[in-house]
């Protein structure tokens, strides 16, 4: 049996990772996608599932949210791949099986079954004055237990429908027919919806200005069609009421203590618990000593800032800072400095992340930051070229983070900075490099480890893209770039030294 998704979706990045990955998880074999037009990053989310095979992406450029039209497309393409079964699903709908996995439930339904109806209820929204900055799926546990929609009706039920060349779905994804007549679908428990439908208060206003004046451009369909939008908008956007609405949607405390005693509200952690679980792909390790706290917080920021979602590993060498305990990563503390310029840190953070399941390692010390796209550049080409370990290169910074320029240094064959590496699962065999390496090593740590990289045979791959930003804190590199030396870095380390004594161990020059 093959189990085919669909999804109509514009700017839903801050859900929409969740919502692929959590149903690819329960069995869907395929995903097909239409993208209107996102300008929020979902675009680039899109991406990325296509170019791991699991996702077909269609792009709509018109706003004119013709949903029948366009989901009627991607069902019918469905059915052309091979489905026997398609959802049609939004980018806030979680399709929850009550047993098994969504594929396994729908395998034992009887075979004159052409559809089901699936029944839904909504999560209410966070505070809207509120600075949580976690994932939806942390903030919002409170379920109601039956959900009306804002014209006071009971929520309609969605449908899965068996594949059919000549399937037609009508807008809202709720009814589909085949030639003209519409399929008979049956209720059934076996699966639900668990609805994710407002998520912030920006998230809101823009879904209603969006989706309103879409269909206001929308000649074919009829004017009751998004009704729910578009007395939204007349009503309270257009009228600066928006806030106020926002707010009546989700009760005080004291209301909502009691309608959880009546069983009204349910305390529902189920999106908590898989989607908690779930990982980004790429970790970034970040050994860190005694570096001002504001220069962490700005290479957090921007691990955090990546387009490509990335699970960001502090290591305390030593000296842990507390606050950190309160930021967005994972703080592991050792309890004394290896002094050897992160090696083992990095290597622990290293293991650490690929512990929890991830597929690949990179790096960023505490004084650096990356560009918003660094990680998914790097990404891509890894998926690109099937590659083992990919690099850049880098963009030299002064110490008060201004930018000097591209480094004149970096040779895919000679040097890669340590902070522009990226380590996919079948390289991993070879970060024990970071402690085993002989005690002179460290210093040229990033060249050490690109020889093992290059010895090994994994392929690898190099992009010219400057978007690591190294913030430069040694004489030599003012030098190179021509620069005056300013107060405060600290005089070029003696790198040959370590060269000449890795030479004298027999092995091949590195220079």
């Not at 009887?110 to 809207?128: A, D, H, K, Q, Y």
């Not at 929609?149 to 000549?166: E, F």
């Not at 009829?222 to 009421?241: E, F, M, T």
Request: net charge neutral; proline share 7%; hydrophobic share 35%.
């Amino acid at each position: 049996m093959m189990l085919v998704l669909t999804l109509l979706c514009r700017d839903e990045a801050d859900i929409l990772e969740s919502m692929l990955s959590f149903h690819l998880a329960q069995g869907v074999d395929r995903i097909i996608a239409t993208d209107n037009g996102s300008v929020d990053g979902s675009l680039e989310i899109l991406q990325l599932f296509e170019r791991r095979g699991q996702l077909t992406l269609l792009q709509e450029a018109e706003q004119t949210h013709d949903q029948a039209v366009w989901v009627t497309r991607m069902a019918r393409m469905a059915t052309a791949m091979g489905a026997d079964w398609v959802i049609n699903s939004d980018a806030d709908e979680f399709w929850w099986p009550q047993q098994g996995n969504l594929k396994s439930s729908l395998t034992q339904l009887s075979e004159s079954v052409e559809g089901i109806l699936v029944e839904r209820t909504n999560f209410l929204p966070p505070p809207r004055k509120s600075n949580d900055q976690r994932p939806f799926y942390q903030r919002q546990t409170l379920r109601e237990r039956v959900s009306r929609n804002s014209l006071g009706a009971a929520l309609p039920p969605k449908l899965i429908h068996r594949a059919h060349p000549g399937v037609e779905i009508t807008d809202g994804n709720h009814g589909a027919s085949v030639d003209g007549k519409p399929i008979a679908a049956v209720k059934d428990a076996s699966i639900e919806i668990l609805h994710v439908p407002i998520r912030s208060y920006t998230q809101l206003e823009l879904k209603i200005r969006q989706g309103t004046e879409a269909l206001q451009r929308n000649k074919r369909v009829d004017p009751g069609v998004g009704d729910s939008w578009r007395k939204i908008y007349a009503n309270h956007l257009s009228q600066g009421s928006l806030p106020s609405y926002y707010d009546s949607l989700r009760p005080n405390p004291a209301a909502i203590a009691a309608q959880v005693v009546r069983g009204e509200l349910i305390d529902d952690r189920r999106l908590q618990k898989a989607l908690g679980n779930s990982l980004p792909r790429v970790a970034v390790i970040t050994p860190y000593y005694k570096e001002p706290l504001a220069q962490l917080r700005q290479c957090h920021d921007s691990v955090l800032a990546q387009s490509e979602p990335c699970l960001h590993v502090l290591v305390a060498d030593g000296h842990p800072r507390r606050r950190i305990n309160h930021w967005r990563a994972e703080h592991v503390r050792l309890p004394r400095s290896h002094g050897d310029i992160g090696s083992t840190p990095r290597l622990i953070g290293s293991y650490h992340a690929i512990g929890l399941g991830v597929d690949a390692v990179a790096f960023l010390d505490a004084d650096n930051w990356y560009g918003p796209d660094h990680i998914s550049s790097l990404l891509k080409a890894m998926d690109e070229h099937r590659a083992d370990f990919i690099s850049s290169s880098r963009t030299l910074c002064r110490l008060d983070g201004s930018v000097m320029g591209p480094c004149p240094l970096t040779n895919p064959d000679r040097f890669i900075d340590t902070n522009a590496m990226l380590v996919g699962r079948n390289a991993f065999p070879l970060l024990h490099h970071w402690v085993l390496m002989p005690p002179y090593g460290h210093l040229i740590g990033d060249r050490v480890m690109l020889h093992h990289v290059r010895q090994s045979g994994l392929r690898h791959h190099h992009l010219d893209l400057p978007s690591v930003f190294y913030r430069c804190a040694k004489a030599g590199l003012y030098r190179q770039m021509g620069e005056a030396i300013p107060e405060g870095v600290q005089p070029r380390p003696d790198y040959e030294a370590s060269f000449r004594q890795w030479e004298a161990d027999g092995q091949p020059p590195l220079r």
